[in-house]
């Protein structure tokens, strides 16, 4: 199989995981991912070469290298899908300039529109017809890095960090 990977701020904060606790999102989805698996992504590159991998490994440390520290504020629901059976449930920071700044330093021509979220649950159980209620998350995130992901479908977790790129370090 080959390895697939992407570029995400990761999320480390007990305040999301006990709210995506509370919520029971295992009665309305089929995949619900634990703590240690949220991010936010920022661009998904799929398989590499390793002459790709070493070229976006040098392009994040220089990207990094530029930016600052900032915060996000959890501030709302986003889901993804029809309205009667959403297929991804996440939740979603408030507008926050320096976030959109970093996404167009690594993507700067995007296929598509760049809506920030962290997935908390995806695959809409077919048996349910009702949703998960309506609250409004908390917290924020201190955003100090990003990450190079690899993706390992098999394992736990599904997310396994190759590089870390703190920010504002040469």
């Given at each position: 199989m080959q390895k697939h990977y992407f570029i995400a701020i990761p999320v480390a904060d007990e305040t999301?995981?006990?709210?995506?606790?509370s919520l029971k999102l295992g009665r309305y989805y089929k995949?619900?991912?634990?703590?240690?698996?949220y991010h936010l992504t920022l661009?998904?590159?799929?398989?590499?070469?390793?002459?790709?991998?070493?070229?976006?490994?040098?392009?994040?440390?220089?990207i990094a290298q530029l930016t600052s520290a900032f915060t996000l504020k959890l501030d709302h629901l986003e889901r993804f899908g029809l309205a009667e059976r959403p297929r991804v449930f996440a939740v979603g920071p408030a507008h926050e300039e320096?976030?959109?700044?970093?996404?167009?330093?690594?993507?700067?021509?995007p296929?598509?529109?760049?809506?920030?979220?962290?997935?908390?649950?995806?695959?809409?159980?077919?048996?349910?017809?009702?949703h998960p209620p309506e609250q409004t998350p908390g917290g924020s995130l201190n955003v100090k890095e990003i990450v190079l992901y690899q993706i390992?479908?098999?394992?736990?977790?599904?997310?396994q960090a190759d590089t870390r790129?703190?920010?504002?370090?040469k």
């Open positions: 999301l995981a006990r709210f995506a606790s995949t619900v991912y634990e703590p240690d698996e661009r998904f590159l799929g398989t590499l070469t390793e002459d790709e991998l070493r070229n976006w490994r040098r392009q994040l440390t220089e320096k976030l959109f700044q970093l996404a167009r330093r690594i993507d700067p021509d296929a598509k529109p760049f809506v920030p979220h962290i997935t908390l649950a995806k695959k809409w159980n077919q048996e349910v017809s009702l390992c479908p098999d394992d736990q977790p599904r997310y790129f703190p920010f504002g370090k």
